[in-house]
């Protein structure tokens, strides 16, 4: 099981980024996927999720109505759209994966694979 993100840069306050997390070694349409945040120091935390393969998108309540979840199985990538970027989203973003049902998928337990991440600077 592979997870690899990409999309993390330095962007200015108010910009907007896409994240892809391309995935291998399994079939991505009986997983569920999660995206979460990570910063020194803290814990990672839960940004959007799907608690199944074909479920209900979960969202943090700062993402909510900023962060659309999407996937495309074709291409077996997760993405996250993050609009209206503000200096406290930065952070580590990683993808994660698990089969079939993620009961809590805010939490990272609910996970078994990730990504390493990638990099999000949100300059004020």
């Known amino acids: 099981v592979r997870l690899v993100e990409s999309g993390g840069r330095l962007v200015h306050s108010g910009g907007s980024l896409k994240l892809s997390c391309t995935t291998s070694?399994?079939?991505?349409?009986?997983?569920?996927i999660g995206w979460f945040r990570q910063i020194p120091g803290k814990d990672r935390q839960g940004v959007a999720c799907?608690?199944?393969?074909?479920?209900?998108?979960i969202y943090s309540a700062s993402a909510k109505g900023r962060f659309p979840f999407s996937s495309d199985s074709a291409k077996k990538t997760a993405y996250l759209q993050l609009n209206n970027l503000k200096p406290e989203d930065a952070g580590i973003y990683s993808c994660?994966?698990?089969?079939?049902?993620?009961?809590?998928?805010?939490?990272?337990?609910?996970?078994?694979?990730w990504g390493r991440g990638t990099q999000v600077t949100v300059s004020s």
């Open positions: 799907s608690d199944t393969p074909h479920g209900t998108t």
């Open positions: 994660a994966a698990v089969p079939a049902e993620a009961k809590r998928c805010l939490l990272p337990y609910s996970f078994e694979h």
């Open positions: 070694g399994f079939r991505f349409n009986q997983y569920a």
